[in-house]
């Protein structure tokens, strides 16, 4: 997920914004949805770029993940066994990284603009310190890795990224009152960064989101896909249908 800023540092900026072709796409900061112009988030706030049928899950890594649609598809990829064992043993929910994989590019390695690329859609920053964090928890993953920036664009490394930086997300929730972050709750968190991601995931679903972001003006919302008018129910149940069965699942396991 594309940045201005990381919260509370620099890490994670990327103030440029980036265009996507040719795979669906979530609302997103910094990535213009398909038909939509992109635009520049407020300073202060971080976020990162960033369906099919119900199936059994398909291969396991430690067993310990919610079976979903979600991971069905991205099991269906070369790398997607390789993802889930390796979110699972940073304790995430291999379904909650798939929906987030399923949302950005249908779990298809392609590459945006600027510093975007990738599954995840994350950019160079985001992904090397999410990277960083997790190889710091387990230093087994390494041997699992593409070193360097190259491994950005390799989609079992850069998971490993995503599945830290959706933990943090999680982590995060539940220091603000969400008992068990799921992968939609950790959505908002994905996109709009802690203040609007903790905001979206303690309103109730009558509550306007503009209220919930009210750090982004009328016309930032409505480049996103956010109408006036729109609830928080709403814009849930637009991102749950793309999520599919995996919008359900908690991320931590």
Do not use: H
């Amino acid at each position: 997920m594309a940045v201005l800023t990381l919260w509370g540092s620099a890490a994670f900026a990327d103030p440029e914004p980036q265009t996507i072709s040719g795979v669906p796409q979530q609302i997103v900061p910094m990535v213009g949805e398909v038909g939509l112009s992109a635009f520049t988030m407020p300073t202060g706030t971080v976020s990162i770029l960033g369906g099919s049928t119900t199936g059994t899950g398909g291969l396991s890594g430690t067993g310990t993940s919610t079976d979903s649609s979600a991971l069905d598809t991205m099991l269906g990829t070369s790398w997607g066994a390789s993802a889930q064992q390796s979110s699972e043993a940073l304790g995430v929910n291999a379904s909650a990284l798939a929906a987030t994989c399923v949302v950005e590019s249908n779990c298809q390695n392609v590459s945006g603009t600027g510093s975007i690329t990738g599954a995840f859609q994350m950019t160079a920053a985001t992904y090397q310190s999410s990277l960083a964090a997790a190889l710091a928890q387990d230093p087994s993953l390494a041997a699992n890795i593409v070193p360097g920036l190259a491994g950005q664009s390799d989609p079992a490394t850069q998971a490993i990224a995503a599945a830290e930086y959706l933990k943090q997300g999680a982590q995060y929730l539940q220091n603000n009152g969400v008992s068990t972050p799921t992968a939609l709750d950790v959505r908002g968190y994905y996109n709009f960064g802690p203040q609007g991601g903790a905001a979206i995931a303690t309103a109730q679903d009558s509550d306007p989101i503009s209220g919930a972001l009210s750090m982004y003006t009328p016309a930032q919302l409505a480049k996103n896909g956010i109408t006036a008018g729109e609830t928080v129910g709403q814009w849930r149940s637009s991102v749950a249908a793309k999520m599919g069965s995996a919008a359900g699942a908690p991320v931590l396991t």
